[in-house]
């Protein structure tokens, strides 16, 4: 028989300073900021990234000690402004510290380093200790990579999205059938949901859409939609809407709707990185969570896409659909074209312009958009029994040149807070085609790149106008696309990437 | 034919502004602290957690944007101590900035998350933006956790090594055969690395031993050595160590000796992270950028060791072998006995006393460090050639007995800097047995983790004295083991710790 040593238990007692904000922005990473000299450090034994239990008056967090040699009186500790609102202590309020033993959930993310698979309970563990703010950045870039690739087997990602989903607020309507629409992204200017949810809604399905802010990309739907309607709205906010107009287009962080996913995303901005495990975890949590039970998902293909093959697009396809069963969500994958942007605009006030365009029936609209659009639309009304097969693609044309569908996007901007006009950038500079030939290629990838080095998606206004098309034919000085800027220093690094990354826009010469 | 576009260049222009030196300690990562209404920060567009250029006549690095609301005028810019370091500014000089474009070498680390080779080009340049302080912690955690498990082939290890020995400075010696010692770890108290050093040296070779500080565990060798002795030399003094005494004992941190792995080690550590590849290529760099050309690793092998089982052993001892091929060392993996600590203290200045009193020949030295450092000894005399096989354990017992390693000892302490004594710690408490029984297990990660709990490494006197080996027999009250600690605060954690992590220290009940 084997047993083991115990001790008697005796609680840490907490050394304690006074709560002092020092306004320094560190991301959502919470740093507690001590001086070398404070009878915490010399007592605690802290030191420069230790990681601390903060506590006051009933709340906790965890923090990553800096330790300052000024600044600060020896009996203050400064908060980061992330620390501060975890905590949101009065000033000078009594903050209690202790070491912070290791995670144990951070145990589970290092075997996923090391290739074991993680049950449903190691997940749930992650995902909390996640959602609660307790990663350090490191340990979500930890995360994050060890599940990147095919890493995650689809019962992880099951049990990931999951323990995503019910980590948040879910939204419950009382409609058997509601609908929602998503695009895995990796395509600028594939603004389609600010077309395809007014669409159905005016033929009446219930469209309760949340939307991210980019990633990597120069803009997500709810960047774009930001330019014509405030979108950071709270779950009661929201329902207010869809129970008005049927259907909403918010950003999906306010509501804590899967809310482990608003944080992974501040890592996977600048490592450039979300995996497939990840993106169906991310995608179907917030879908599911705002209550949706049919969901039309774009999966755009081509060469520059985020997903490049037909096969890795029917693996993904085969994913959102299984993992869709298990959280009771009917899941309608859709693969497009993938090989050019959507539309002219690349970044969140030019993607606004184009939806207007679209929406108001404007004689310089974007065919490709509109397009896009009507097939999405037309598959999604079939989804939700709002059309018969193969009628949807007829009906969403008629509510969307009949005036509908634009009469239908305002009033979901009223409700939302009010229609507004995108802002216009303040610095512009066309790039020219050095020679003739014919648009042979568009990079998705580099053109992106192009827009973020222009200032999108911080900078609203910041992005690009594409010109051409594949097909085109130019001649010198032809322009190829519109830079536009909020800053001269962005203007000219965009001009500058411009000018040394090769195969943005491939030409091929005429003979 | 496929052309492309180009632009003409423009050198982005440098917003500036003058430097701070604020005294925060951020770790390794360079943080550039700015005002939130600074022209640079309007005028650049720089937002939180974006990344900078930071230039300063002739010196540049990267950096992370903290953005702040007070603290600094709004034509300052603070800096943090490792960017400060790296900049090295008089106070108030003019310092510019421009947007990081995404470092090349992480679209590397990218692809290795993804699950694709890396050649040697990608390693070698991701080997030196990390020298350099390039990356950010999650750009190291990404990278790191990216490589860890067997996601490195045995090519890429090699082009691992590779990259990481031709970053930083190479030590050549006039000899043909430089002989040196390491351990892998995982063994607590395993200190034999300052009896087989001095030994091998008395009998002839030369061995200039390089060391690291303590990753995960309570100390590394460099830990322990510094209680007896300087260990920070830079290259020139211990190349004067070495030349007077035949031998040295530093942290190799100091002389840019594989600087890419003194980096890496910073985010292994928050972690508790370091994989198979990423050990063999930090400890043969290491080995062969001090000039070793026959090196004895040692590898202890126990369930609750680094090294698990025999056959992960067989797999880590090849992949040494044929590594250290590549990079011209004769390796010689030696597989030891890994079921519990070495000797009797574990933390840097209990686990220094625990070596005096072998070298000393004192009654009470733990004889299984004695005989451990003994047989390690009488390979490593083989391996060198200073003892014939199988003579060389008869050899090191005679150097060790008659006093002639403990002079050799004190030589090489007085030659880098002078023999001192180890700290006494302040904050003791025994921690007793619940019942009797037989020890039937120790747990080495948790008794690491309960030794770190207390202080160790950060508290150098810290740490715990353990009193019971496998096989002992106790009785109730009787002391197992004797918590050390600097401050009370940690004492009550690992206290606390004790009490609640079960089979620390198994006891079988008699029956």
């Known amino acids: 028989m084997t047993t083991s040593i115990t001790v008697p238990q005796a609680a840490p007692r907490g050394a304690a300073a006074r709560a002092r904000r020092i306004g320094v922005d560190t991301g959502q990473e919470a740093v507690a900021y001590f001086r070398a000299d404070s009878a915490v450090v010399r007592s605690e034994g802290f030191d420069c990234a230790t990681r601390v239990w903060v506590r006051c008056t009933g709340r906790e967090t965890l923090a990553t000690v800096h330790v300052v040699s000024g600044l600060l009186n020896p009996n203050e500790v400064g ?62 870039a930890s995360f994050v990579t060890a599940c990147a690739g095919r890493r995650l087997d689809r019962n992880e990602v099951t049990d990931l999205t999951v323990a995503m989903l019910e980590e948040g607020n879910r939204l419950r309507w009382d409609r058997e059938v509601v609908a929602d629409k998503h695009c895995v992204g990796g395509l600028p200017g594939n603004r ?15 469209v309760p859409k949340t939307s991210s802010r980019a990633i990597t990309s120069p803009a997500g739907t709810a960047d774009t939609m930001e330019m014509l309607a405030p979108v950071d709205l ?60 049919r969901v039309l998902i774009d999966v755009p293909v081509g060469p520059t896409a985020k997903v490049r093959s037909p096969a890795e697009a029917e693996r ?23 090989m050019q942007p959507v539309g002219k605009g690349i970044g969140p006030a030019l993607e606004a312009r184009d939806v207007l365009a679209v929406l108001e029936g404007s004689a310089g609209a974007p065919a490709d958009l509109r397009e896009r659009s009507l097939q999405l639309a037309g598959r999604l009304l079939e989804l939700g029994g709002a059309a018969a097969a193969p009628t949807g693609r007829a009906t969403a044309g008629a509510i969307l040149d009949d005036g509908r569908a634009w009469r239908k996007f305002q009033a979901i901007c009223d409700a939302q807070g009010g229609l507004r006009e995108p802002p216009r950038p303040r610095h512009i500079r066309a790039v020219p085609a050095r020679c003739s030939g014919r648009v ?14 222009a200032g999108a998606p911080h900078d609203p206004g910041a992005g690009l106008e594409l010109h051409v098309r594949i097909g085109d034919t130019v001649v010198p000085g032809q322009p190829l696309l519109t830079l536009h800027a909020a800053a001269q220093g962005e203007l000219d690094y965009a001009v500058a990437y411009a000018g040394s990354a090769r195969d943005i826009i491939a030409l091929e010469r005429n003979r």
């Open 440 to 453: 042979s290629a568009i990079d998705n990838r580099r053109l992106a790149r192009l827009a973020r080095l």
């Open 234 to 293: 709270d779950v009661g906010a929201m329902r207010r809407v869809v129970e008005r107009e049927g259907a909403c287009i918010v950003w999906g962080g306010y509501g804590r709707l899967s809310p482990a996913d608003d944080v992974l995303i501040r890592v996977e901005r600048p490592l450039e990185l979300d995996s497939q495990g990840q993106l169906v975890a991310s995608v179907l949590s917030k879908k599911a969570a705002a209550g949706a039970t």
């Open 316 to 338: 993904l396809c085969a994913e959102l659909r299984a993992v869709g069963r298990a959280v009771e969500l009917e899941v309608l994958p859709v693969v497009t074209d993938g």
């Open 79 to 140: 908060l980061s402004e992330s620390a501060w609102r975890r905590l949101d202590p009065t000033p000078g309020a009594r903050l209690e510290f202790a070491h912070a033993e290791p995670l144990e959930s951070v145990r589970h993310v290092r075997s996923k380093a090391f290739g074991a698979r993680l049950d449903a309970g190691a997940l749930r563990s992650i995902v909390h200790d996640i959602a609660e703010g307790l990663y350090s950045d490191i340990h979500l």
């Open 192 to 206: 389609t949901s600010l077309i395809v949810v007014p669409i159905a809604a005016a033929a009446g399905l219930l």
